[in-house]
């Protein structure tokens, strides 16, 4: 039943009403704005499953739904312009006076873009692909306007050391101490560092006599090889019998006997150790001796040994490393002080590489490791070599390495384009002429043959720390 109302008492009065309100933005939201308020920080939250970084942080993982309110990571405060409108009206809420530049910009280190101000620049000249850098309100708004706007970084900042190596996103700015280790660094370009590589995993006494098993043989015959013009030694441990080892304190004593003997070398270990190891047993002893500088590989391929001739196998192996690992084994070597030489098998390592780098926890320089003649990996092509050479990041180093009679050529072209060299019996036994090499020091003395013919200069350990960009121990 309709209920009728007494309107003889009422009346109309025309005018406004003021319903004031506050958006409450949650608890991610609150965390996101206060630190860009308090500590001029933008901040991300990443997926541990998808490896996917997004910005602004949310709650659930727009792709596997995973809930990772608490993952929280740093991002750099630099990205690139991925799109962008011209705003041309005014209106009240606007937060500026038409024109103005709206952009979607994509942080060094995140995987998502976000919608902010651009000024510094004319309208007109805004590109995609641009880089930008965040500038912070000089008073709190409480809200993301606390990060007033975004300007196209400064010239003074766009560092490139190579042509052939242009800027690409995911790369922050490099500070005053970086850009001073470039000039540097420049200054020393006909400086070449020579790696010796003494043992590997595989090689044994019966293929040729001179290879090193214990501590001490490791310790003369890296001796030798810095007496021979070798900056750095890169050292796979071996148990008395020539097994490869991964147990901690027999990679100390050898590391430390090495340093005993010569302390200016530089020591890089492996994280490959050999067949069959766990990826803890892998890192663990990296993360336990704390070297200077230590392998870092980078895509799962065969590794295995093959006639070539006959295409006959006599070893079949799979040499696993997910990115998970080339995620894991980064941030472990580098939250330890140990440099990465990252070992590339085939382009599609550098990709991988290229991929994982985003996530901002490589320090710069970059060092790279070009691995050939792998049965499983890239045979040595010159165009091969300059294709990966062409694609490394920018300011990042290049040494090479190749398998039996890949290793001369290879480091030849290496330093003619004005990278590095390893030699060793961990790559190949035998010199030039095909003789057994009395050791990786001789090696080292045919690499120092070629560096000469084209003007270049052996670089001492001390040189090479700061080429590479290693912490002395």
Not at 65 to 90: A, H, K, M, P
Not at 250 to 260: G, P
Not at 441 to 457: K, N, T
Request: net charge neutral; aromatic share 8%; hydrophobic share 40%.
């Amino acid at each position: 039943m309709k209920q009728e109302f007494d309107k003889t008492d009422c009346f109309t009065m025309n005018g406004k009403l003021a319903l004031p309100y506050t958006y409450f933005a949650g608890r991610v939201g609150s965390t996101f704005i206060t630190t860009i308020r308090d500590q001029k920080k933008i901040m991300g939250v990443r997926c541990d499953k998808c490896s996917k970084v997004f910005i602004p942080p949310r709650q659930t993982c727009e792709k596997c739904f995973s809930d990772i309110r608490e993952n929280w990571v740093d991002l750099q405060n630099t990205g690139v312009v991925t799109n962008f409108t011209v705003v041309r009206y005014d209106g009240k809420h606007l937060p500026r006076k038409a024109p103005f530049v709206l952009a979607l910009v994509k942080l060094d280190g995140a995987d998502t873009p976000f919608v902010h101000i651009l000024e510094g620049i004319e309208p007109e000249k805004v590109e995609v692909g641009m880089r930008v850098e965040a500038v912070f309100a000089k008073e709190t708004t409480n809200t993301i306007l606390d990060i007033d706007h975004f300007a196209p970084v400064k010239e003074r900042v766009q560092v490139i050391e190579r042509p052939t190596s242009p800027e690409k996103p995911g790369k922050a700015a490099l500070s005053k101490d970086e850009m001073e280790r470039l000039e540097r660094r420049k200054a020393m370009s006909n400086k070449v560092i020579i790696t010796a590589a003494l043992s590997g995993a595989a090689t044994m006494k019966n293929q040729n006599p001179n290879v090193p098993y214990t501590p001490q043989d490791f310790a003369e015959e890296a001796a030798k090889c810095f007496k021979a013009g070798a900056a750095m030694v890169h050292v796979h441990a071996r148990e008395d019998g020539g097994m490869a080892t991964h147990e901690h304190a027999r990679i100390k004593t050898t590391h430390d006997a090495i340093k005993d003997k010569t302390p200016e070398l530089i020591v890089n270990l492996s994280s490959a150790v050999g067949m069959g190891k766990t990826a803890e047993q892998r890192i663990s002893q990296i993360v336990h001796v704390k070297p200077e500088m230590a392998s870092l590989n980078t895509n799962t391929m065969n590794f295995s040994i093959v006639e070539r001739k006959s295409g006959k196998i006599f070893l079949d192996y799979v040499f696993e490393n997910t990115f998970t690992m080339l995620q894991d084994f980064g941030k472990a070597m580098e939250e330890n002080g140990v440099k990465p030489e990252i070992e590339c098998y085939d382009m599609g390592g550098l990709d991988n590489t290229l991929i994982i780098m985003n996530q901002g926890f490589f320090t710069t320089p970059m060092n790279f490791n070009f691995v050939w003649g792998v049965a499983g990996g890239q045979a040595f092509r010159p165009d091969a070599f300059i294709a990966m050479k062409n694609a490394l990041p920018p300011h990042a180093n290049f040494t090479t390495c190749g398998v039996g009679t890949d290793e001369f050529p290879c480091i030849t072209l290496s330093c003619m384009l004005g990278g590095h060299m390893r030699v060793g019996l961990e790559d190949n036994i035998r010199t030039p002429k095909g003789d057994l090499a009395k050791g990786s020091f001789e090696l080292v003395e045919w690499a120092v043959r070629i560096a000469e013919i084209f003007g270049r200069v052996p670089a001492t350990p001390d040189e090479a720390r700061e080429i590479m960009g290693l912490r002395k121990r």
